[in-house]
């Protein structure tokens, strides 16, 4: 059974902060992985995909990857207020497998 | 911006009435899929598709439901016998290659009374 696990919060970050969120993946065999923003009622929409380990950079986000630890990160740097939302991370093993989405941690970006 | 449309947005059905939710997916992807999200939980794959044939199913997406491409843009999942815990925001989704971000559609709310 694929798990990826978040801290689902909520965490609360003062407005021009950096915000850090974690996740963990169970399938070592996991190849893609993607972090997306969902606002209440809303649909999931992508912000940020990695596939190496390392730091992947994007405007404000920052996407980290350690697969020895099965480790996703992402990092909202000068965080705004529209950045709450709650953030899903989705790990995809290969193939045309589905994406195994973690519960998700809720942000609030305190003005 | 190409997007994945989904109709409609919200359908209520009558316990034990088939449902159709309908897809289009980006014009120049070649994998869609399905996802569902109970009210509170987290979101769950049901299929993927590619190449007119399912490429991976879970362990939801049993005998009850069912998709099909049935022409050039659009593509369905159809539910058939709907039961009151098939109530839920089912996602469509698309990507260009597998392993590629896949973008989703903004969902159809379905509720079954």
Known sequence: QKEVEQNSGPLSVPEGAIASLNCTYSDRGSQSFFWYRQYSGKSPELIMSIYSNGDKEDGRFTAQLNKASQYVSLLIRDSQPSDSATYLCAVEGGGADGLTFGKGTHLIIQP | ????????????TQMGQEVI??????SNHLYF???RQILGQKVEFLVSFYNNEISEKSEIFDDQFSVER???????LKIRSTKLEDSAMYFCASSRQSNQPQHFGDGTRLSIL
Do not use: A, K
Not at chain 2, 1 to 12: A, G, I, L, N, Y
Not at chain 2, 70 to 76: A, L, V
């Open chain 2, 1 to 12: 911006e190409p997007e994945v449309t989904q109709t409609p947005s919200h359908q209520v």
């Open chain 2, 21 to 26: 939710l309908r897809c289009v997916p980006i």
């Open chain 2, 33 to 35: 899929y399905w996802y």
């Open chain 2, 70 to 76: 049935p022409d050039g843009s659009n593509f369905t």
